[in-house]
Nanobody
Framework: QLQFVESGGGLVQPGGSLRLSCLAS????????MGWYRQAPGKQRELVASMTSSGIRNYADSVKGRFTISRDNAKNTVYLQMNSLKLEDTAVYYC?????????WGQGTQVTVSS
């Protein structure tokens, strides 16, 4: 059974950058597609970036060109590099395995973009 622990969030000014990390515990991490989700106050959780086990990446239109997902299978870790951050990127960010996201959700990591 996989479990995820997210880290790397924080407070950043508009235009700034952050890199989020998601450490997966459990076996067979490499076979799973992985994704980063976010949930802003009063909004539904949405998938913003995903990466298949073979390395195919997909992004939500709202983050395309600014966010990059990557994974290091040797470290059981998935990353989300976020550049040119905007106010509307403020949310709690979670990782999970799309599309069903059946792994229990971790606590997430808060990203706040504010001037």
């Amino acid at each position: 059974q996989l479990q995820f622990v997210e880290s790397g969030g924080g407070l950043v000014q508009p235009g700034g950058s952050l890199r989020l990390s998601c450490l997966a515990s459990g076996s067979r991490f490499t076979i799973y597609a992985m994704g980063w989700y976010r949930q802003a106050p009063g909004k539904q959780r949405e998938l913003v970036a995903s990466m298949t086990s073979s390395g195919i990446r997909n992004y939500a239109d709202s983050v395309k060109g600014r966010f990059t997902i990557s994974r290091d299978n040797a470290k059981n870790t998935v990353y989300l590099q976020m550049n040119s951050l905007k106010l509307e990127d403020t949310a709690v960010y979670y990782c999970n395995s799309p599309p069903q996201a059946l792994v229990p959700w971790g606590q997430g990591t808060q990203v706040t973009v504010s001037s």
